[in-house]
């Protein structure tokens, strides 16, 4: 008996169902693969013959767990920059394509952590299993997207804060040769940011063991750590490894630059980050120019830097403030790599080895120095003291200057000489002691109303460390206002001079300034 057509079109129906099912749930044994094979290695560099379907900037793995980047595309052959130790491949060693480009771990799991630009632990503990992940090389925000730089990252250095300030969202270079105080200045900005709602990244390319550690041990003592992620190449890894690593941390700070947070992000320093760049193009035979650089050092630091920004409030308004460092030799800011960089950024701190040496710390050359921003990204109540200060002081260097010489000096000249001996000696600052806004709101008034102008040089750290005590006397109304960006009036100018002047009778001298040339220098107010 034949089954009705009803009938058999459900059995049909079941079985193909069934197939269908079994279908989706089958998995093939051996899937196809792409597979090149290593026909030379070389210190941080692998050639590569096959895989016709590589893109630019694929990652690729070796044998070993070792990864690497497919930077140059030739029609015979891939040049690739390896992420790993190049002693671990050998030639003939198989080649295989992953598929995606290089990215990174990404999220809150990172605060606090020191970490490889792999995203591989270095401080012992768990490894960062986070599932998000944002590649190294991304597109910086577009114009539109981008908000004017209005509000100031205090750095906590009076030096900085009221001559050289920076805003949220700023690109500022900070440079100056070996051994002057580059990286002190970024760890100072980077412990000033405690209680501030201030995510931090600092950067360490290409940096001795040694060194990173004692900045990390400083961080962890200051209790710096819990908003900051380390990222760490030192001077024996693969130049690879320094050349993704800003990358790398740029992403980092970047989630969280999108998620609605202020972000500081150091990168210590380019100088050896071209470098690396440098040495992986020789080796691929990409063409020298200047220097030895390659032609495209420029392009690769400003796609770099591009991506610092301050966010418009309908993306979040969060900002990405960066600090790249660059070392000079003898001083030379006409260089090739310091001039790309100055150019690129919107301003820079120069350290002076010259008042390093005379004990001016931090050694920053206000006349070199340079904010593209400048009182746009200052509270209102540092812009009614900065300009009197900058004036008065850059007036006492070309005076100093010529007072060497012997010359007989007039009264006036010489009270400017002896008031300019105290805004060095008031812009100097211990290192890894941030003040706050109160306190170099008060300092820096009392300076330029004079009232240091009587107190001998040798007790300036202790004047100051009296005024510091005194701010916290100052009504909580008038520092909510100056903190918020609230003008000084002339009414908040007296009770803040009075309260100075109160402070500093104990050390004020009878017989007031001290003669011209008994200046005493100490390598640390």
Same mark, same amino acid.
């Given at each position: 008996m034949t089954p009705p057509p009803k009938a058999l079109s459900r059995v049909f129906d079941d079985a193909f169902s069934q197939l269908q099912q079994g279908r989706e749930k089958f998995t093939p044994q051996f899937a196809p693969r792409e597979v090149g094979l290593v026909s030379g290695v070389a210190t941080g560099i692998a050639k590569v013959t096959g895989l016709p379907g590589v893109g630019s900037d694929e990652l690729l793995m070796f044998p070993g767990d070792v990864y690497g980047i497919a930077f140059n595309i030739d029609a015979d052959e891939i040049g690739v920059v390896l992420l790993g130790d190049s002693w671990r491949i050998h030639a003939g060693d198989e080649v295989q394509r992953t598929g995606r480009v290089m990215d990174v771990s990404v999220g809150d799991e990172l605060r606090g952590r020191v970490i490889d630009p792999l995203g591989r632990p270095l401080d012992g503990g768990r490894p960062v299993?986070?599932?998000q992940r944002l590649p190294i090389e991304r597109s910086a925000a577009s114009i539109m997207d981008r908000a004017p730089v209005t509000v100031p990252l205090q750095t906590g250095l009076k030096a900085i804060d009221a001559l050289v300030p920076i805003g949220r969202g700023q690109r500022e270079l900070i440079l100056g040769d070996r051994q002057t105080g580059k990286?002190?200045?970024a760890?100072?900005?980077i412990l000033n940011q405690r209680d501030k709602n201030v995510i931090c990244v600092y950067c360490a390319i290409g940096q001795r063991?040694?060194?990173?550690?004692?900045?990390?041990?400083?961080?962890?003592e200051k209790g710096a750590m819990e908003y900051t992620t380390v990222v760490v190449t030192e001077g024996n890894d693969p130049p690879g490894l320094a050349y993704i690593a800003p990358y790398a941390a740029t992403s980092i700070a970047e989630h969280f630059m999108e998620a609605g947070h202020d972000v500081l992000i150091v990168y210590d320093d380019l100088t050896q980050h071209a470098r690396a760049y440098r040495e992986l193009s020789l080796l691929l035979r990409r063409p020298p120019g200047r220097e030895a650089f390659p032609g495209d050092i420029f392009y690769l630091h400003s796609r770099l830097l591009e991506r610092a920004t301050r966010l418009c409030p309908e993306l979040g308004g969060g900002s990405l403030t960066a600090l790249p460092i660059i070392e000079t030799e003898a001083q030379d800011i006409s260089a090739y790599i310091p001039t790309n960089l100055i150019s690129i950024t919107d301003g820079q701190i120069y350290l002076s080895p010259s008042l390093f040496e005379l004990g001016v710390l931090p050694a920053i050359d206000v006349g070199k120095s340079v904010s593209r921003v400048g009182g746009k990204a200052q509270l209102?109540?540092?812009?009614?003291?900065?300009?009197?200060?900058?004036l008065a002081y850059a007036q006492f260097e070309e005076l100093e200057s010529f007072s060497r010489?012997?010359?007989r000096l007039d009264e006036p000249t010489r009270k400017s000489i002896e008031?300019?001996? @105290?805004? @060095?000696?008031c812009l100097k600052q211990p290192e890894f002691s941030p003040v706050s806004v109160r306190s170099q709101v008060v300092i820096l008034l009392a300076l330029t109303a004079g009232l240091f102008d009587s107190v001998p040089i040798d007790v300036m750290p202790e004047a100051e460390r009296a005024l510091s005590k005194a701010a916290i006397d100052i009504p909580p109304e008038l520092c909510t206002r100056f903190e918020l960006g609230a003008e000084l009036n002339e009414t908040d100018?007296?009770?803040i001079t009075d309260l100075a002047r109160q402070a500093l009778i104990s050390f004020q001298s009878e017989s007031g300034a001290q003669p011209s040339g008994t200046e005493k220098t100490s390598p640390q107010s």
């Open positions: 299993t986070r599932a990286t002190t200045i760890i100072d900005t063991a040694s060194a990173v550690a004692k900045c990390v041990a400083t961080l962890r209102a109540a540092y812009r009614a003291i900065a300009g009197d200060l900058k010489f012997g010359a008031h300019g001996r @105290r805004i @060095r000696a100018r007296k009770t």
